[in-house]
């Protein structure tokens, strides 16, 4: 049966960077951080797109210039197949700082602050990734960040041009956006672990 779009693209993605020496374990990695990129650069586009439109033109490029980092370094390891691990944390250095420097330039007040959040799923995807361990450092640094990010926004003081609603409505978008990012990429993980257990106690 021919497949639809949607799945031909899903197939698509899961296989960007697939090498035939990986195993199971780094293939379900490779999976995990190329859907994670895919969806952090979605998330990117829009709000770029809303920024542009309502005026807050260095928020949209500094918003756009992230999106098109990620989306490098997607292509690049999508041609490469190679240093999976130099491109991932890129990738979470990425998610780190994008949040917290859009609420840098787009404003001080709390309601501007919901897109540091973003910045959580550094040690979120380094901890699904790869272990408790390696999320660790990246958990100090969100924190570290973040206090930044406000004493930053203090010591600016730049005015968000965007209207409320637009703000009230990003703000939304932020804390949903995040929970869904994490509630999927928690389904896809505890799925392919739950189907392992199932084949290891088949053998």
Do not use: K
């Amino acid at each position: 049966m021919e497949q639809s779009f949607l799945q031909r693209a899903v197939t698509f993605t899961a296989n960007i960077g697939a090498h035939p020496d990986d195993n199971e374990e780094l293939s379900d990695q490779r999976r995990i951080a190329v859907f994670g990129t895919v969806g952090g650069i979605s998330a990117q586009l829009v709000f770029g797109a809303v920024f542009f439109a309502s005026g807050a033109l260095v928020a949209g490029v500094e918003v756009f210039a992230f999106a098109a980092l990620m989306l490098l370094g997607l292509i690049l390891f999508g041609l490469t197949r190679r240093h999976f691990y130099i491109y991932w944390f890129l990738w979470l250095l990425i998610a780190l700082l994008s949040g917290p420097l859009g609420a840098v330039v787009s404003g001080n007040s709390l309601l501007d602050n919901s897109s540091i959040i973003w910045g959580f799923l550094a040690p979120l995807f380094a901890m699904v990734v790869r272990s408790p361990r390696h999320a660790v450092p990246w958990l100090a640094a969100f924190f570290a960040v973040a206090v930044g990010t406000v004493f930053l926004q203090a010591y600016l003081q730049i005015p968000n041009p965007l209207p409320l609603p637009t703000r009230i409505g990003a703000a939304v978008f932020n804390l949903v956006g995040f929970l869904l990012f994490i509630f999927f990429t928690l389904y896809y993980f505890i799925s392919q672990r739950n189907l392992a257990f199932r084949l290891l106690r088949g053998e």
